[in-house]
C-alpha cells in the first residue's frame, strides 16, 4: 500500500485580496508547505532552547562566550562567502515596510539598500502579507506605479541603475501565520515571507544582476542560524539556482545573539553578507533576559541609552570587530528621525544629531547603516563618503585594538543615567499610539517626529514592568507602580481623545490599545512578545 499523498497547504480565514493568484499559486505554497514539514519540527525545538536558556539566565544573572565554540573563534583562517556586487557598497540603507508607495519611495531614495520589511515595520495582516509580496514582484518587472488619492501625487521607479538593492526581512521565528496551515498546522511567518519571496523571485533577481539577499531578525542562537542556512540550502535546489546566491545579513539583536557573532557568520558562511546592531529590541533583549537580575540590570529611559553608553560601545565595537575580521560588512543602527514640514529648527536640531550618530558610526569603522526617511539619506551619505570616498567599504578596517569582555557587554550599571517620571510617561504615550496603529495595520508609524515600530513598542513595555517590578522611585518622589502606570495611561487616553476629536478616536483601536499595553507591561508573568497577544486581536 503506497503511502498517503501530503495533504495540500490551506489559506484559512482570508478574504479575497485583488490579483493574490500571482502569489499564492499552487507551486508556490507547495513549495512553502515542503519548507514546513521539513523545518518546523527543529523550529520548535529552538523555541523550546529560548526557554530553557532564559531560565538559566534567570538562575545566574550572567552570559559568557560559548566554550562549546571557542575552536571556532580561535580559528583565524575561516571568512564569509566573498560580497555580490550589488551588495558591496552598503553605505546608506533604508527601512520601511512594503506597501506600494513605500516600495517605490525606498527604492528611488538615493540608498544602496532598501530592508524591505515584513517583520518589525509591518503589521501581519493578510493584505500586508500578501500585497507586499505582490509589490516586490511588480518592482522587478517594473510593473509598478501608485497615485496618492489625497494629493493626487503620482510615483514611478527611475532606472534600474539607479535603484536600491533590495534586502527582504521576512517575520522572526517566534511568529506563526494565522492564514496559512499545512495538515492543521499554522505555518511559521518566516517561511511564509521567506517562501514567497524566494519561489517567486530568485530567478528573476539573478536576471537583474542581483539575488534574494534576506535581514535575519531576532536571532538568539548560532543554531538558529544554522537553520536558516539549512533552510538556504534546500531552497537554492528546489528552485535550481547555484548555492551561494542567497546572501543574509543577520540582525544582532538580542543579548545572545552578541556572545554569538562569530558563531552565527560561521554557520552561514557560505550565505553571509554581515551584521547589524539594531538598538531597541537589544535593550527589549536585554530587560527580558535579565528581568531577575536585580537593580544592576534596570535601564534609564530609553533615550538616555544611546549607542555611546559603555555596555552599547562594547556591543557595537565588537560587531564591527567580528565582521571586518570575517569579510563581512559591520552594518550600524537605525536614525529614526521623521522631519517635519512645518517646524525647521527642530529639523536643524535633529539633523545634526543623526550626523553625529553616522559619523560616530562610520569612524568606528562600521560599513554602513540605516535610516528611516528619504530625507536623511544624503546626511548618513556625506558621513560614509567622508570615511570611504571611492571604496565600497571598509571592511579592511580590523579594528584589532578593539578588547571585549563577556561582562563589558551587560555592565547595564556602567551608564550614568536613571529612570525618570518623564521617561515612564512617555513609554506610555508611544505605547499606546503605537499599538493602536498596529492594529490598524501601521507597523511603522510616525510618533512625536520618531519612526517608531515593533521595537518600540517592546522596549516601552519591558521598561514599564521592569521599573514598577525593580520599586523604581522617580526623582519627583513617586514610585513607579501598576497604579500610576494606570493613571498616566488613562491621562493620555484622554489627551488622545481630546487631540484628535470623538468622532476620530471612536472610529480607532485607543481603548483596546490602551489595555493591550497595560497587560502587557502589568501581568506578573512577563510576555515574550508583545506582538504574539496582539496578533490574536489583530483583524484581517
Known amino acids: 500500500m503506497s503511502a498517503p499523498a501530503p495533504s495540500p497547504l490551506a489559506i484559512v480565514d482570508a478574504a479575497p485580496l485583488p490579483r493574490q493568484e500571482e502569489v499564492l499559486t499552487d507551486a508556490a ?4 508547505a515542503e519548507l514546513h514539514r521539513r523545518f518546523s519540527p527543529r523550529r520548535a525545538e529552538l523555541l523550546a532552547r529560548r526557554a530553557e536558556r532564559r531560565a538559566e539566565i534567570a538562575r545566574t544573572s550572567t552570559l559568557d562566550f560559548l566554550p562549546e565554540t571557542a575552536a571556532i573563534r580561535a580559528d583565524d583562517s575561516w571568512r564569509v562567502a566573498p560580497s555580490p556586487a550589488a551588495l558591496n557598497d552598503r553605505r546608506v540603507e533604508i527601512t520601511g515596510p512594503t506597501d506600494r508607495k513605500m516600495t ?6 538615493g540608498a544602496k539598500v ?13 493584505e500586508n502579507v500578501v500585497l507586499g509580496q505582490l509589490n516586490l514582484i511588480d518592482a522587478y518587472t517594473r ?37 496559512v496551515e499545512v495538515d492543521g498546522e499554522q505555518v511559521p511567518g518566516a517561511f511564509v515571507d521567506f517562501g514567497l519571496y524566494f519561489f517567486h523571485n530568485a530567478k528573476r ?16 542562537s548560532y543554531l538558529e542560524a544554522r537553520l536558516w542556512n539549512d533552510v538556504f540550502v534546500f531552497a537554492q535546489d528546489y528552485v535550481g539556482v547555484p548555492q551561494g546566491t542567497v546572501r543574509a545579513t543577520v540582525l544582532i539583536e538580542t543579548i545572545t545573539a552578541a556572545y554569538e557573532m562569530e558563531e552565527i557568520l560561521y554557520e552561514l558562511r557560505d550565505h553571509a553578507s554581515g551584521l547589524n546592531a539594531g538598538r531597541w529590541d537589544y535593550l527589549f533583549s536585554i530587560v527580558k533576559n535579565f528581568r531577575d537580575g536585580g537593580p544592576r540590570f534596570v535601564l534609564p529611559d530609553r533615550n538616555a541609552v544611546t549607542m555611546t553608553a559603555p555596555f552599547m560601545r562594547a556591543y557595537t565595537e565588537l560587531l564591527v570587530r567580528t565582521c571586518h575580521k570575517r569579510g563581512a560588512h559591520a552594518i550600524g543602527g537605525m536614525a529614526a528621525f521623521i522631519p517635519s514640514r512645518r517646524d525647521p529648527e527642530v529639523n536643524k536640531v535633529a539633523f545634526e544629531k543623526v550626523r553625529a550618530d553616522k559619523d560616530r558610526e562610520a569612524d568606528d569603522g562600521f560599513d554602513g547603516s540605516w535610516v528611516a526617511h528619504p530625507d536623511l539619506v544624503p546626511i548618513a551619505m556625506e558621513s560614509f563618503d567622508r570615511v570611504l570616498g571611492d571604496k565600497p567599504n571598509q571592511k579592511d578596517r580590523l579594528r584589532e ?10 555592565a547595564v550599571d556602567s551608564l550614568d543615567a536613571k529612570p525618570t517620571y518623564p521617561g515612564l510617561v512617555n513609554a506610555v504615550q508611544v505605547g499606546i499610539r503605537y499599538i493602536e496603529a498596529w492594529l490598524r495595520g501601521l507597523g511603522a508609524v510616525a510618533i512625536f517626529n520618531l519612526m517608531e515600530d515593533a521595537a518600540t513598542a517592546e522596549i516601552s513595555r519591558s521598561q514599564i514592568w521592569q521599573w514598577i517590578n525593580a520599586g523604581v522611585e522617580f526623582e519627583n518622589g513617586e514610585k513607579a507602580t501598576p497604579e500610576l502606570a494606570r493613571e498616566i495611561a488613562a491621562e493620555e487616553l484622554g489627551a488622545i481623545r481630546k487631540e484628535i476629536g470623538e468622532e476620530a478616536f471612536a472610529a480607532g483601536h485607543w481603548q483596546q490599545a490602551h489595555d493591550l499595553l497595560l497587560t502587557v507591561a502589568l501581568d506578573d508573568d512577563y510576555a515574550d512578545f508583545l506582538t504574539l497577544p496582539a496578533y490574536r486581536q489583530l483583524r484581517g
Open 29 to 32: 505554497l507547495a513549495f512553502v
Open 114 to 126: 532598501w530592508l524591505a520589511d515584513f517583520e518589525d515595520a509591518s503589521a501581519p495582516t493578510w
Open 401 to 410: 585594538d578593539v578588547r571585549v569582555e563577556a561582562a563589558d557587554l551587560i
Open 104 to 109: 517605490i519611495n525606498a527604492l528611488n531614495s
Open 143 to 179: 510593473n509598478i506605479d501608485f497615485t496618492d488619492s489625497g494629493s493626487g501625487k503620482s510615483y514611478a521607479l527611475r532606472p534600474a541603475g539607479e535603484l536600491a538593492t533590495v534586502v527582504m526581512r521576512p517575520r522572526g521565528w517566534h511568529l506563526d501565520e494565522r492564514h
Open 205 to 220: 533577481l539573478l536576471d537583474l544582476g542581483k539575488g534574494p539577499y534576506f535581514y535575519l531578525p531576532k536571532t538568539e
